[in-house]
């Protein structure tokens, strides 16, 4: 079973930033929202799937919030492997990058406004910004 992100699949941020992760993750992640997968997951409270990002793990286990994000982005990228190692590590990184998690959900408005729309953007100019990375990383 490949791991699973379940995210809120009303609110813009939610469906602009899961369409960033699929373009660069393609198959390895299964993105749903939560309207979907609920009920598939008895063992997490509906107001969880309402506050945060779930990640079903390939084990089963779950986790949610930033360190969702974070593992969902390890693979991807190796700055994201190196923040959720000190995520893991201290107590002040996790609180500092749950209250960022926090302060975006709670703004997510405007966040969403940062995020390009997917099919306004250029085939040609995706493939450019990801090759970018790619070379980068």
């Known amino acids: 079973m490949k791991p699973q992100l379940?995210?809120?699949?009303?609110?813009?941020?939610?469906?602009?930033?899961?369409?960033?992760?699929?373009?660069?993750?393609?198959?390895?992640?299964?993105c749903r929202p939560s309207s979907d997968a609920?009920?598939?997951?008895?063992e997490i409270p509906l107001e969880a799937f309402k506050k945060a990002v779930q990640?079903?793990?390939?084990?089963?286990?779950?986790?949610?919030?930033?360190?969702?994000?974070?593992?969902?982005?390890?693979p991807l990228y190796p700055a994201a492997k190196w923040i959720?190692?000190?995520?893991?590590?201290?107590?002040?990184v996790q609180f500092a990058l749950e209250c960022g998690y926090e302060f975006?959900?709670?703004h997510r408005q405007l966040f969403s406004e940062l995020i390009p729309d997917r099919d306004k953007t250029s085939q040609l100019e995706w493939e450019?910004?990801?090759?970018?990375k790619a070379h980068d990383q």
């Not at 009303?10 to 992760?21: G, N, R, Y």
């Not at 609920?38 to 008895?42: I, M, R, S, T």
């Not at 990640?55 to 390890?74: D, Q, Y």
């Open 104 to 106: 975006v959900a709670n």
């Open 84 to 92: 959720h190692s000190w995520y893991s590590k201290s107590l002040i």
């Open 55 to 74: 990640l079903i793990r390939s084990n089963g286990s779950n986790t949610s919030a930033a360190e969702a994000v974070l593992e969902a982005l390890t």
């Open 38 to 42: 609920a009920e598939e997951h008895p």
């Open 6 to 30: 379940i995210y809120d699949g009303e609110c813009q941020f939610c469906i602009k930033s899961v369409a960033l992760l699929k373009s660069v993750s393609g198959d390895s992640i299964e």
């Open 128 to 132: 450019k910004t990801r090759a970018g």
